[in-house]
């Protein structure tokens, strides 16, 4: 990746709080930034986009920066590097941002970013912590009750950190090449779910013993192509029978899978899943509430209120007001 993110470029200025401000415009208001110390001269650019459920951005700049985290806006963020190195650090946790090694930051961790020269560059993907969530679920076929939580180096050397890498860099790829194709959200979130699972796999984490001892296939077919569905689908009106009849089973069966493997029914999943999306585009733009609800298939704004606030303790309009 010589010049990645080439058609996305956010800033690229002398003044480094234009470098600030674009991170956490970038990342859509999931982070604070603010300099380790004075500013420093150089050029600072940064490029990126952002789409439902994660982000990805090329940082180029001399700056050492803080990284925080915003309450309610749940992220784990892979940092890689490009040219140079960067001492990275997470509370007493420390490692070096290279071509050979990256940093995993859960929900809630403080990144301290310090670039060892001038022309220190690095890619940085943010991932919203409720797709780490369901790809774990998928994965050893239950519901998550608590959160993962990433050691914090990642050996890009090794056969599995190496994957992880690949997956990103071709994710990069898709948005370079400026075909439309690849410009479709649906494609790049399935690109970003083959990401999350890799990493499942591949770094050591809190649930890690779980997935040890899952058989080859955790889930059922039925139940795969009715998440798969309904992912491709969401904007759309949905029901049980539509879900079953993509699934390929009867409403009795695809209900049964669901229950027995995720721990909830289908029309539940669709709706939290409808919640999760919407929370995701109040926190990231200023689209009104109504239409970012209907942009994602609610068509009760009642019943949608009292559902936002079941689920995240808060009515829509004070995420909107946060």
């Known amino acids: 990746m010589s010049s990645p ?9 002398g003044n480094p709080v234009n470098l600030l401000h674009s991170a956490t415009r970038l990342f859509g208001g999931a982070v604070t930034t603010s300099p ?8 600072h650019e940064v490029r ?3 789409a439902a459920d994660f982000a990805v951005g090329y940082f180029a700049s001399p700056l050492a920066v803080r990284v925080g985290t915003t309450p309610g806006r749940d992220s784990y963020f892979v940092n890689l ?3 140079g190195e960067i001492s990275a650090s997470r509370g007493g946790d420390q490692v070096v941002l290279s071509r050979e090694r990256a940093g995993v930051f859960n929900p ?5 970013l310090r670039p060892n020269r001038p022309g220190t560059r690095f890619l940085g993907l943010r991932i919203d912590a409720g797709l780490v969530r369901r790809e ?3 994965l050893t076929g239950r519901p998550t009750r608590s959160a993962v939580r990433f050691d914090l180096p990642l050996d890009l050397s090794e056969p599995q950190g190496r994957a992880v890498k690949l997956l990103i860099e071709s994710l990069i790829e898709q948005l370079d090449s400026g075909d439309p194709l690849f410009q479709r959200e649906e494609l790049r979130r399935s690109q970003l779910r083959c990401i999350v699972t890799a990493l499942l796999l591949a770094q050591s984490h809190t649930h890690t013993a779980a997935l040890r001892d899952v058989p080859g296939t955790p889930h059922p077919k039925a139940l795969r192509a009715a998440v798969a569905f309904i992912e491709a689908n969401l904007p759309e009106p949905l029901s049980l029978s539509r879900i079953a009849e993509a699934a390929g089973c009867s409403a009795r069966t695809v209900s049964g899978a669901f229950r027995d493997n995720l721990g909830t029914s289908p029309m539940a999943y669709v709706r939290d899943l409808r919640l999760d999306r919407i929370r ?4 990231s733009t200023d689209d009104q509430i109504g239409e970012i609800a209907y942009r994602w298939g ?3 704004l009642g019943r949608f209120a009292a559902d936002y606030r079941s689920r995240f303790g808060e009515l829509p309009s004070a995420t909107t007001r946060g």
Request: net charge negative.
């Open 280 to 283: 995701h585009d109040l926190l």
């Open 5 to 13: 993110l080439r058609s996305f470029v956010i800033t690229k200025s």
């Open 108 to 112: 809630g961790d403080a990144q301290e």
């Open 36 to 43: 380790l110390g004075p500013f420093a001269d150089g050029e």
């Open 298 to 300: 609610v068509t009760h």
């Open 81 to 83: 590097g490009l040219d």
């Open 48 to 50: 990126g986009i952002a």
């Open 136 to 138: 774990l679920a998928a």
